[in-house]
């Protein structure tokens, strides 16, 4: 296996993402990039997994819970109009869903999200509780 962010849990990742809290089998992250207001990644926090159907059903069924509960908490603290999902892992080969938060009035709005802007960044403040709400919103929901 080559170097993981997500399993090595350390400065890479908290240089990109925030930790928020843990949900079932899965870690929710806040993205610090946050051109899409509220954006976060939920990641597969068991084992180093790559795909999908490397999961058993029960596990699947408990990261695609921690997704559905992340995207509903999201909704209720920041009253979107959509939400995309994305799993990729060319690049960050471990199992992981990018939850991006869409506006009609804000970017990419009727097209699939982009990463290839200047990343809208927040004061550490402003990152503290926007992870206080998600996290409590997110409780409020099991």
Known sequence: MTACYYCENGEALRSLMIHITDVENASVYLYRD?????????????AHKTEWYQLTKEEQAELIHAVSRTAEALDNVFHLDKINYATYGD????????????????????????????????????????????????????
């Open 34 to 46: 946050q051109t899409h207001r509220g954006k976060c990644i939920v990641v597969y926090r068991t």
């Open 91 to 142: 690049k960050v080969n471990h199992l992981h869903v990018h939850i991006v938060p869409k506006y009609k009035d804000g970017p990419d709005w009727g097209v699939p999200f982009k990463d290839t802007r200047p990343p809208h960044l927040l004061e550490d403040a402003e990152y503290e509780e926007r992870a206080r709400a998600i996290k409590e919103a997110i409780m409020d929901l099991k």
